[in-house]
């Protein structure tokens, strides 16, 4: 029931009651994906997925979605990566004993093991991360550091690679880290079409801090404060000033920024700064524009304001994000 091609990568993820749902499906998903976009490019691999539980009985997910699974694998069976994701009772899952006698037979003879959030409360309880640098949800952060000081525990940044160990921040973060997992395994244009076809922003570096800004924020509800935010998204580069942007409310400066802050969450000036943010990454993966007319045409004036704002804000600098989701259409300009 588990054997699968010769040539695909086997992928156990652990299952069992109170899980966090998209901690397992999805990467599960994203893998199934990469087996999809892999036969698409001819490319030879991909990944046989099997969800397993210690019943193999449905177990049903903290929101109360039910999930098939096959009993766990026999110990003698190859496994190319194990993925361990969290939820509301991976504390009781740690006290299951022939789930954790499971991991620890099995964790060292796979060539990767992954956690997802809270997951890796159950990696650290079978012995697999000390010593490690890891992460998992910034609200769990704090505890899986002081019940496991043997571990590095850092909060900040979405996912983490140390030695054979992946571990993650929360729920979207598991699909960043199996997106990063099939880059590893499969290539960078498997990895971005998949995030593609998941209408994703591509997939986020894992030194990006869980705190960057999203790609959307609140609608304000006064309709005169929703055409500031229309005006400032249609022309990232035009004068933003605070007193441009009140005048285009017609208030006070003062209460045009009291209201503004109270209706989107976020100062005038930090929304305009996130817009441009914004623009700015879609020049960086859809021109060859320099630093400079990228810094230019989005509001930022030079290119080391643009940086600060890329480092402050997403922990990463914009040469090394351009490095990272250019590849793609470079591979094809060049094939």
């Not at 100062?267 to 305009?272: E, H, K, L």
């Not at 704002?309 to 922990?315: A, E, M, N, P, T």
């Given at each position: 029931m588990h054997a699968g091609p010769m040539n695909q990568r086997h992928v156990v993820i652990v299952a069992y009651s109170g899980l966090q749902p998209l901690d397992t499906v999805g990467p599960f998903e994203v893998f199934a994906g990469a087996t999809r976009v892999a036969r698409m490019l001819g490319r030879p691999g991909g990944y046989h997925l099997t969800l397993a539980s210690t019943t193999g009985e449905p177990v049903f997910a903290e929101s109360g979605l039910g999930l098939c699974t096959v009993p766990l694998p026999i110990v003698g069976e190859r496994i190319d990566t194990l993925v361990i994701p969290g939820g509301d009772q991976a504390q009781a899952a740690r006290r299951?004993?022939?789930?954790?006698?499971w991991i620890r037979a099995v964790a060292p003879r796979c060539r990767r093991v992954a956690t997802v959030c809270t997951g890796a409360f159950v990696g650290a309880e079978a012995g697999l991360l000390d010593g490690r640098r890891v992460t998992t949800h910034w609200a769990s952060a704090e505890q899986l550091a002081s019940e496991f000081p043997a571990l590095d525990v850092d909060a900040d940044p979405i996912y983490i690679h140390d030695g054979k160990f992946w571990t993650s921040a929360g729920v979207t973060a598991g699909i960043d880290l199996a997106l990063a997992l099939v880059q590893d395994d499969l290539g960078t244009e498997v990895a971005q079409t998949v995030a593609r076809w998941l209408v994703m922003f591509l997939h986020r570096p894992g030194g990006q801090t869980?705190?960057?800004s999203p790609v959307w924020v609140p609608r304000a509800e006064r309709s005169t404060v929703r055409a500031v935010q229309t005006l400032v998204e249609a022309a990232p580069r035009g004068d933003h000033r605070l007193p441009a942007l009140a005048a285009a409310a017609a208030m006070s400066v003062r209460h045009f920024t009291r209201v503004f802050t109270a209706e989107v969450g976020e100062?005038?000036?930090?929304?305009?700064e996130r817009v441009r943010l914004e623009a700015a990454r879609r020049d960086l993966e859809t021109t060859n524009d320099t630093l400079d007319v990228i810094a230019t045409?989005?509001?930022f004036g030079t290119a080391e304001t643009l940086r600060r704002?890329?480092?402050?804000?997403?922990?990463v600098?914009?040469?090394s994000y351009r490095r990272r989701f250019r590849v793609v259409a470079d591979e094809r300009t060049t094939a």
């Open positions: 299951d004993e022939a789930l954790m006698s869980q705190f960057a100062t005038p000036g930090r929304f305009v045409n989005n509001g704002v890329f480092q402050r804000r997403l922990s600098a914009p040469d």
